[in-house]
């Protein structure tokens, strides 16, 4: 009994020490400005009109077995079909077009809209957003990449398309 005691007190005295030296730490994280231009996806003092567009870099499959998931572009031709094309008007992004090309799944949620149709850069939310002016999101903006998590019948997998960019051009 006496040893429990002694044992109980040991840890209450360690835990109280480790405390305290945490709480003594002055713990400083580096931290860099960035600048409103490098938050965003266009900057907004171009010019010029562009046109922006995008394939697939990874379309990421995540299961609770495989938590780090499993890239399928490589297992299925059809993932190069899809094509999202940004439109910078006034520098803005104004308009998109988005062709799910021959990907089996409704990985929006939605009827894609055909055609170049208006659009929205939230800026306002984090991390940003591309919407339609419907308000149907089509990727946010995370960690400089254009993304889209979504998750299709089976809640036990989820998925994640990550954007490139594969042309940019400047309108006359």
Known sequence: MNVMRKNIASILVLAAVALGAFAACDITLPYTE????????????MDQDYEFTYGLREFMQYSPKNPSGTNLIPYYDFFGSFALKLYVVDGKISFLEITNGDIPCDQFGFELPSGKVPCVFDEKVVPNALRLTTGETIAIFQNGELVFPFVLDCKDLSYKMTFTTLESTREK
């Not at 409103?36 to 266009?42: M, S």
């Open 34 to 45: 960035v600048s409103p231009a490098e938050k965003t996806l266009v900057n907004s003092g």
